[in-house]
């Protein structure tokens, strides 16, 4: 029997779909022969739908939105009225199918715009562009022995490689102990260029437990304390006793500010190569003098807002925004371009300072601007603005970059002691409502300090197989997760190349409101050679050669490596 509703043309989505693409692919012109009346009988694809009408007038074209395969009757022998009421209605789902036909085959021609992977695309190329949130950028014409620092915080490492990842599996008790003790200790490791059985390297399996340990303030087991921007929904639900308890808020302010007054004195004995402050609204980075290029102690703030830079004002802390001042250095040189073509094509020299920049407003010139009022008499008639419009107009422009990279905030010498004390005393240090309330920010260090517990990233390898030349190879991975810093990259990659031959690609994501700390800061001071880094800071519990690379000044401005790639013991990078 057949089953109410039904219709024998009717095709599922997956089938339909089949058969456009097919039709796509067919080499034959769009515009075929006129169809005769049987072919023109389509199937009506709606089948929950009861009408049940059906013509066979070849001369009219009258559509049949079922599609029954039974002999179609003449519309003049149904009679009557009720056969044209039903094909008035029959012409309306007519044009009503052709217009859904037309947008569908306009929404399936956009995918096939998108250039398909070629069969030779690599498991790495196909990886790369799933992953990067960005458009990929170029790459350096030449490689590299070396890629340049990076500042910003990572959330996650995901390394891939033609060769195994065994070697960083299932360490054993003794190589996890000697890695933390070479962590303590400061244990430098020089690996060989290359391991012909990484597996059975103990050396480079306990190098690479030295390479995940990181420090961090306070520690709670069950929260994420890394990132705190943005990161309510995590914290969201967790048990928080001291959000109303402002005696354990005191005592945990109190050990937050021990540690951070011990982070900030190491790094002034040049036993701390750098460490960060992440707030729920901002994150600041201390780096040690020799670092990035600076000759001296510099702590940059990102993102700031105009209340956190009118409070550090008042403070007396002595600090600059270079990115809005790199801007401002632009502009006029743009405006100079332009002034400089207006006064050649002009006939008047005179125009010239008219057709120039003009000043930056000051307070006279907003006194001097309404003379002309006094002139004329009208002065009393006219309201001036009061000092507040004045003043809000001047800072319309420092509002407008609030909670973006170019308010990141530059502070360098005896100033970072200043801001040291200002954080530890600043209210808004510390969120009021919410999930995070009452939390202390949370301090990263690449080195042991008062109060710091020792952390270690998270790590596992993944194996899979993947479609590489119309054949499936397998495809090897290592998932680095936590707040990985730069040495910590800098170290693992110095561990992959030898483990790996010189032959890995990795995908890196950032914690974005650190990516603008890659920013040159100091580019018209005169850099410390890595000699004289290396000297200074050889105590400070890094590798040489990470030393080497973060005394470098930055070149990445205010984007991050996304993407890292090694052939042939050779870096090249996309940011």
């Known amino acids: ?50 009408y049940r009408f059906k013509a066979d007038s070849c001369t009219s074209q009258i559509y049949a939105p079922f599609g029954r395969t039974e002999r179609k009757e003449s519309f003049h022998q149904k009679g009557g009225k009720s056969g044209g009421i039903f094909l008035i209605i029959n012409r309306v789902l007519h044009t009503l199918h052709i217009f859904i036909q037309l947008l569908e085959s306009a929404c399936e021609e956009k995918p096939t715009r998108r250039a398909e992977p070629s069969e030779r695309t690599s498991i790495l190329a196909l990886t790369d562009d799933l992953h990067l949130p960005v458009a990929v950028p170029e790459v350096p014409s030449s490689p590299r022995h070396e890629f340049p620092a990076d500042w910003s915080l990572k959330t996650r490492l995901l390394f891939m490689s033609s060769q195994p990842f065994t070697w960083a599996e299932h360490l054993k008790a003794q190589e996890e102990a000697q890695g933390f003790a070479q962590h303590c200790r400061a244990t430098e490791t020089n690996l060989p ?28 087991p069950w929260l994420q304390l890394f990132p705190r921007i943005g990161a309510d929904r995590k914290i969201l639900g967790k048990a928080t006793p001291w959000s109303q308890d402002e005696a354990l808020q005191q005592v945990l302010m109190s050990d937050w500010s021990v540690s951070f007054t011990s982070l900030y004195n190491l790094l002034k004995a040049k036993l701390c190569p750098y460490f960060y402050v992440c707030t729920y609204q901002f994150t600041v980075l201390f780096r040690a003098a020799g670092l990035a290029g600076g000759d001296g102690i510099t702590a940059v703030i990102s993102p700031t807002t105009r209340g956190l830079r009118e409070a550090m004002r008042n403070e007396g802390i002595e600090f600059s925004l270079p990115l809005v001042k790199e801007g401002r250095t632009r502009k006029r040189k743009n405006s100079e371009v332009n002034s400089e073509t207006e006064v050649a094509d002009s006939l008047k020299v005179g125009n010239s300072l008219e057709d120039g920049e003009e000043p930056a407003p000051s307070d006279d010139d907003d006194d001097e601007s309404f003379s002309w009022l006094e002139e004329m008499g009208v002065q009393d008639k006219v309201k001036k603005p009061d000092a507040i419009s004045i003043k809000l107009r001047k800072e319309k422009q420092e509002v407008q970059m609030d909670h973006k990279p170019e308010s990141l905030a530059l502070v360098k010498g005896t ?96 914690h974005e409101p650190t990516a603008v700390f890659n920013t040159d800061l100091d580019a018209a001071n005169p850099a410390l050679s890595k000699e004289t880094v290396c000297k200074d800071l050889a105590a400070c519990g890094l590798h040489p050669q990470t030393l080497a690379q973060l005394s470098q000044c930055p070149t990445l401005g205010k984007s991050s490596i996304r993407f890292l790639e090694m052939k042939d013991y050779a870096y090249t990078w996309k940011s």
């Open 415 to 510: 100033n970072t002691f200043t801001l040291l004390n200002f954080l530890i005393n600043c209210k808004s240090l510390v969120a009021v409502a919410g999930p995070q309330a009452g939390l202390p920010p949370t301090l990263l260090s690449p080195v042991a300090f008062r109060g710091g517990t020792m952390q270690t990233l998270k790590a596992r390898s993944i194996n899979a197989r993947a479609r590489v030349h119309l054949a499936y190879e397998d495809v090897f991975s290592l998932e680095i997760v936590g707040p990985v810093m730069p040495h910590s990259l800098h170290t693992l990659t110095a561990l992959l190349k030898a483990a790996q031959r010189g032959a890995f690609s990795a995908v890196l994501y950032t």
């Open 1 to 50: 029997s057949a089953v109410p509703g039904y219709s024998p043309g009717f095709k599922k989505p997956p089938a339909m779909l089949r058969l456009k693409r097919k039709r796509l692919r067919r080499s034959e012109p769009a515009t075929a022969a006129p169809q005769t009346c049987e072919t023109s009988l389509r199937a009506w694809p709606y089948p929950s739908l009861e």
């Open 193 to 220: 260029q290359s391991i012909q059985e990484p597996k059975l390297s103990t050396e480079l399996r306990c190098a690479f437990q030295q390479s995940l340990v990181y420090w961090l303030h306070p520690s709670l």
